[in-house]
């Protein structure tokens, strides 16, 4: 109390000037209204196990990126624009500090609960709505701000889920496309390597396999028939060479005894010799009759010609003159052509048999002749067949692995095509379900309302707190000023310095003068105190009539 008495003005001087800014902050801050819309985060009317929605997103992640896209400033300044907000910094030119506080002014307040989601049956958090505010120290800019804000998060919602089922159908419409263009590729050289590999593909195995089979079997029915009718053409030769090809009586039978004989005179007597002269005529007598001409014939002419030319030229010349040896040589090479001549055709070659039986027998040799040599291409046919399926049977495995590789692709792809076709089916008829808002969608269920009293600031609090302060104030300054003062005052101060007790007390004698000038500083004190009464209800007077007035003016 000692220290009160004699620190009264550290101590109330500090408590006048704190009460008093406190006052002049409680009641001279302008009033902040806000005005709030409560938005409702509604689920999707048909059930997910109808029509699943593309836009797996949560409901808040989703809150964020809508802010995200509305709070730019564009947007801003339109909104700006558009309510007359902010003129003071507006007329500056202060447009970053416009937006800024724009941002600052809007409050987005999510509203979660304890939900459980049917699908996998575990309990979480999730947003189930929301609140939009807008803060203006007009209430009617926060309340039509705040509806501008709802707005356009209920029209950007609706526009951002639009789009990202839009997106999902675009997507996979041109992922099918692509996958269709790579399916017609895959055909493509598919068919080429089935155009390609004819006959070798691992479908074809088996019937390789048979057709390889029933040609070795038809190889062998081959083989057995061409030595069957070789034995039976043996048969048939054996069996024509007992059968004279003309009878003793027929002029062709003649011809050939004629024949034979000739080329045997020609052998024995010269050309000029009478046998081979009746032989000659006779001979051609019966070719005209017949009309056969026989070649061999006129080589043997030939043959006695040169003979007779050797032996005139063997009586005039030595055997090794020149001429000699170019008869003998000629000699030879007819005679050799005759040789060659008989051996080859016969006798009667160019005369045709008349005797039935040999006919016959001819007639199935040459049958036999032309099945052999049908036979032996048929076989030589079915060896190529054989060898071109053993050579299909080797490559198979080979060309297996390329089509199996083709396939699986193939396949891939079709297995591909097919889900994203079902794919693009659900994600087109999510697009028409957000489309027609039937989805997950945001409703206002609370709009902005005209706010009838401010939310800030909290005057009472405010001046409470500033008593509170200033009392702490007056106190710790008084209480710095005696612990900085080193005077004595008291017994007790003497006797901490002293360490021992005064003897007498001389109690303090003041001044008439002195005594008034004391007296005058608690009504200075008093003076001031009322004076910052007056001001602070002055001023309160003031901000209750504005109020009063801005009230009276939104109505």
């Known amino acids: 109390m000692g220290i009160l008495r004699r620190r009264k003005v550290q101590f109330v001087v500090p408590v006048i000037i704190i009460s008093a800014i406190a006052a002049a902050l409680a009641f001279g801050l ?9 938005i409702l985060v509604e689920a999707q009317e048909i059930p997910h196990e109808l029509v699943q929605s593309t836009v797996t997103s949560y409901a808040a992640e989703r809150i964020q990126v809508i802010s995200q896209r509305i709070m730019t400033r564009t947007n801003l300044s339109e909104i700006v624009e558009r309510f007359d907000l902010f003129p003071q910094e507006r007329a500056e030119g202060k447009n970053d500090d ?44 926060a309340r039509d701000v705040a509806s501008e804000l ?39 050289k598919l068919a080429s390597f089935k155009e390609k590999n004819v006959g070798r593909l691992p479908e074809l195995m088996q019937m390789n396999l048979d057709l390889m089979n029933r040609t070795d079997r038809e190889r062998e029915d081959t083989e057995r028939q061409v030595a069957m009718l070789q034995e039976r053409k043996a048969y048939l030769e054996s069996q024509l060479a007992q059968i004279e090809p003309n009878t003793g009586t027929s002029p062709a039978a003649k011809l050939r005894d004629l024949r034979a004989e000739y080329l045997t005179a020609a052998a024995q007597y010269s050309k000029d010799h009478p046998r081979i002269g009746r032989l000659r005529r006779e001979i051609e007598a019966l070719e005209k009759q017949t009309g056969f001409v026989d070649e061999s014939r006129l080589i043997a002419d030939q043959v006695l010609a040169v003979r007779a030319e050797l032996s005139s030229a063997r009586e005039k010349y030595s055997a090794d003159h020149p001429t000699v040896a170019r008869l003998e040589k000629q000699l030879a090479s007819l005679e050799s052509s005759l040789k060659a001549s008989a051996s080859a055709n016969g006798v009667l070659t160019a005369i045709p048999p008349d005797n039935p039986a040999y006919i016959s027998i001819q007639t199935q040799l040459e049958a036999a002749n032309l099945s052999i040599r049908s036979e032996i291409e048929k076989r030589v046919r079915v060896k190529e067949k054989l060898a071109e399926y053993e050579s299909r049977l080797v490559q198979i495995p080979r060309v297996e692995q390329e089509y199996l590789l083709l396939k699986r692709d193939y396949e891939s792809a079709v297995g591909k095509f097919s889900d994203i076709k079902q794919k693009l089916l659900q994600a087109e008829i999510a697009e028409q379900l957000e489309k027609e808002s039937k989805g997950e969608r ?18 009472l609090g405010i001046f409470l707190l500033g008593m509170l302060l200033s009392l702490g104030g007056g106190l710790g300054m008084a209480t710095f000023a005696e612990y900085t003062d080193k005077t004595i005052h008291g017994v007790r101060s003497i006797v901490s310095v002293l360490t021992s007790p005064p003897l007498a007390i001389i109690p303090r004698f003041t001044a008439p003068s002195s005594v008034g000038g004391s007296r005058r500083i608690p009504w200075v004190i008093v003076g001031l105190s009322v004076l910052t009464v007056l001001l602070i209800a002055a001023l309160l007077y003031s901000m209750m009539m504005t109020s009063v007035d801005t009230r009276i003016g939104s109505e």
């Open 98 to 141: 416009i937006i800024q506080k724009m941002r600052e002014n809007i409050n987005v307040r999510m509203v979660s609960a304890d939900v459980v989601d049917p699908r996998s049956g575990r309990s979480g958090q999730a947003t189930i709505a929301f609140e939009l505010s807008f803060d203006s120290v007009k209430p009617e800019s």
């Open 150 to 188: 709802a707005s356009l998060y209920l029209s950007e919602n609706q526009k951002l889920r639009t789009e990202k089922a839009e997106t999902t159908s675009v997507f996979l419409a041109e992922e099918a496309d692509r996958l269709r263009k790579q399916i017609a590729d895959y055909e493509e």
């Open 442 to 459: 945001f409703s206002l269920i609370d709009p902005p309302q005209l706010p009838d009293k401010p939310i800030k600031p909290n005057r």
């Open 30 to 38: 302008p009033a902040v209204y806000r005005s709030a819309a409560t």
